[in-house]
């Protein structure tokens, strides 16, 4: 049984790129929250996907876009990378809508992403 | 607005035991849960609790007070690998229905031989 798998890995882009980030949820799942955790601090909520719409979003710019395929897999974009947005991405997993939101989630083992 | 507290770091002896506590402000609280991060890893559940009282589950128990806003987690018989990051994270109804956990800024834990 496959976990949360996300890729790349590893990413280094230089300000004012766009990124892509991409994660596949947990077999079973089917909503998909990413989260930004700077070096020292907790996971900050960008936004949650369930039936291929963004249900919930945090206090992030618009340059953060996302998507939910069929599948449940999902994609972060980032536009106009700023130095600041250097962190790990995280994508956690869960299942069900409504309720039971946030509950019980599994972490993917995140994208480091270094902005020069 | 909401706010959680928790310690920065605790350090402890291998066999001991250890309390990482945590306290909060929200509204429309619905729960508390627990997570483990090690260095450069993905967060890893460890428990869940939306009613007073403690959870059992193997060496780590998790306590929650709605009355008090806190909670803590209690690591018994400590071994080298519980050496990590801890974070206590609120699920709450702060911002009409969104039920999505807001994390602390996380408990690093060293254990000592």
């Known amino acids: 049984d496959a976990g949360v798998t996300q890729s790349p890995t590893h990413l280094i882009k230089t300000r004012g790129q766009q990124v892509t980030l991409r994660c596949s949820p947990k077999s079973g799942h089917d909503t998909v929250s990413w989260y930004q955790q700077a070096l020292g601090q907790g996971p900050q909520f960008i936004f949650q996907?369930?039936?291929?719409?963004?249900?919930q979003r945090g206090n992030f710019p618009d340059r953060f876009s996302g998507h939910q395929f069929p599948n449940y897999s999902s994609e972060l974009n980032v536009n106009a990378l700023l130095l600041g947005d250097s962190a790990l991405y995280l994508c956690?997993?869960?299942f069900g809508g409504g309720a039971s939101r946030g509950k019980t989630q599994y972490f993917g083992p995140g994208t480091r992403l270094l902005v020069l | 607005g909401q706010s959680l507290e928790q310690p920065s770091e605790v350090t402890a002896v291998e066999g001991a035991i250890v309390q990482i506590n945590c306290t909060y402000q929200t509204s429309g609280f619905y729960g508390l849960s627990w997570y483990q991060q090690h260095d450069g890893g993905a967060p890893t559940f460890l428990s869940y609790?939306?009613?007073?009282g403690l959870e059992e589950t193997g060496r780590f128990s998790s306590f929650l007070s709605r009355s008090d806003s806190y909670g803590y987690l209690l690591l018994q018989e400590l071994q080298m690998k519980d050496s990590a990051s801890y974070f206590c994270a609120v699920r709450d109804n702060a911002s009409g229905g969104s039920y999505i956990p807001t994390f602390g800024r996380g408990t690093s834990l060293i254990v000592h031989p």
């Open positions: 956690a997993s869960s």
């Open positions: 996907y369930y039936e291929e719409e963004e249900r």
């Open positions: 609790n939306a009613l007073d």
